[in-house]
């Protein structure tokens, strides 16, 4: 049988990432006219949507180290100087390991009590502290394995655990300093992107058992937006396999 656009699931899977979200297509009218846009919602909107690409990446790629990166003295109160340091910082680990690129990503932060920035960032690869310090040069570094989690999480519940640290600092204080410089709310590894496939279905469970199809097992966990009360947004689900 043929599905109807308007009646057509769609889910984006991650094989990498492990994990796949989706909803049910809407046929859109023409926009209204009424009313200025609600900034509060887009702001928590483009936040879910950069902590939704965080975890993808980080766990896709395995990023299972997480480290933090801070300034000596006064600090750094300028967020185009930090993503400069931090640029150059990448650089130089770049050209200190063997293998070149080699995928991260990082997050800003501003550190409580006024005392300026600071970053926090996840790779997935073991990076000598000594060249971790000598490329970054601005202060104090600190870097750890996210071992210690229940048997059988390995590097894939490590780096998700990495991801949901560095989520929490995508935030409002972020938002606003991104607006009004134009600035990323975070960074990533070029080249390193999770690969996508696109399931389609007549339900939420259709294209879920779908998924599973490509994945190999039925998933662990699983979210219906039709269990939220008052729910906003267009039917959705999302999937996670372990």
Request: charged share 25%; proline share 6%; hydrophobic share 35%.
């Amino acid at each position: 049988m043929r599905l109807r656009r308007e009646h057509l699931w769609a889910l984006s899977l991650y094989p990498d990432a492990a994990e796949g979200g989706g909803c049910l297509s809407v046929v859109r009218g023409p926009l209204s006219a009424g009313g200025p846009p609600n900034v509060e919602r887009s702001a928590e909107e483009a936040g879910r949507r950069a902590r939704t690409k965080i975890r993808r990446y980080a766990a896709a790629n395995r990023l299972n180290r997480l480290g933090t990166l801070t300034y000596r003295g006064e600090g750094c109160h300028d967020p185009v100087r930090l993503r400069g340091d931090l640029a150059g910082f990448f650089r130089e680990l770049r050209s200190g390991i063997d293998q070149g690129r080699f995928p991260y990503v990082w997050v800003p932060q501003w550190h409580p009590g006024g005392h300026g920035l600071h970053a926090h960032f996840a790779v997935g690869r073991f990076v000598p502290r000594k060249l971790i310090e000598r490329s970054w040069g601005n202060g104090f570094v600190h870097i750890k394995l996210l071992d210690g989690l229940p048997v059988g999480s390995g590097a894939l519940g490590e780096a998700r655990l990495a991801a949901r640290y560095l989520a929490r600092y995508v935030g409002r204080d972020v938002e606003d300093e991104r607006r009004l410089a134009g600035l990323h709310r975070y960074e990533v590894g070029q080249g390193f992107q999770p690969a996508k496939i696109e399931c389609y279905g007549a339900s939420a469970e259709d294209v879920i058992e779908r998924a599973s199809g490509y994945m190999g097992s039925a998933p662990e966990r699983v979210w219906l937006s039709a269990s939220v009360e008052g729910w906003r947004g267009p039917p959705a689900c999302w999937a996670q396999w372990n």
